[in-house]
């Protein structure tokens, strides 16, 4: 079946130590999205690539950075993260900006200690 | 002019009976109005979507309503189930743009 596959489901790590979340997709979609949701609130968008164009939110910490090497996958570095970034994070794609729906990876549960 | 204002953010509802959530938004560049649910853990699946050239749309237990004039849209399930229990976000879009989700419903559905 066609997905999007996100790696670890779970990831813990140190306080100020960089990681990385992987998402991999086998639709064939243009656009590969990266969110943030945090416990009892809607996902928060980060940023997106639409092909090979990087596309970051305004409010997105310099933090936060992306990787898309191919059309298949999609990668968060979070270059020293806080215990506010603890956080779900969930990758997803479509085949076009806004006017299709969006399919979603299960998620990276991240936790910071 | 891109936030999209849900509501309740909680709903309890009898086994059987109809869930509804509602959602208005400003932007009237917004063509695409889709409804997702996300059970604890996993990532929000497309649930049921409209676009504003129709006033409903209806997938089995699930219909969507709306109202362009209003600028309103909502979820209706009806023969709420246990297993419906999960959060349920609405979201817009328009092919200038991201979607821009709502807060998002808990709905607990009771046995």
């Known amino acids: 079946d066609a997905m999007v596959i996100q790696n670890p489901r779970y990831q813990v790590t140190q306080f100020g130590k960089p990681v990385t979340l992987s998402c991999s997709q086998t639709l064939n979609h243009n656009v590969m999205y990266w969110y943030q949701q945090k416990s009892s609130q809607a996902p928060k968008l980060l940023f997106h690539y639409y092909d090979k164009d990087f596309n970051n939110e305004a409010d997105t910490p310099d933090n936060f950075q992306s990787r898309r090497p191919n059309t298949s996958f999609c990668f968060l570095d979070i270059r020293s993260p806080g215990l506010g970034d603890a956080a779900m994070y969930l990758c997803?794609?479509?085949?076009?900006?806004?006017?299709?729906?969006?399919?979603f990876g299960s998620g990276t549960r991240l936790t910071v200690v | 002019q891109q936030q999209v204002k849900q509501s309740p953010q909680s709903l309890i509802v009898q086994k059987g009976g109809i869930s509804i959530i509602n959602c208005a938004y400003e932007n009237t560049a917004f063509d695409y109005f889709p409804w997702y649910q996300q059970f604890p853990g996993k990532g929000p699946a497309l649930l049921i979507a409209?676009?504003?050239?129709?006033s409903e749309k209806k997938e089995g237990r699930f219909t969507i309503s709306f109202n362009k004039s209003a600028k309103q849209f909502s979820l209706h399930i009806m023969d709420s189930q246990p297993g419906d229990s999960a959060t349920y976000f609405c979201a817009a879009g328009g092919s200038q743009g991201n979607l821009i989700f709502g807060k998002g419903t808990k709905l607990s559905v009771k046995p």
């Open positions: 997803a794609t479509s085949r076009d900006v806004g006017i299709s729906g969006y399919t």
């Open positions: 409209i676009r504003p050239d129709v």
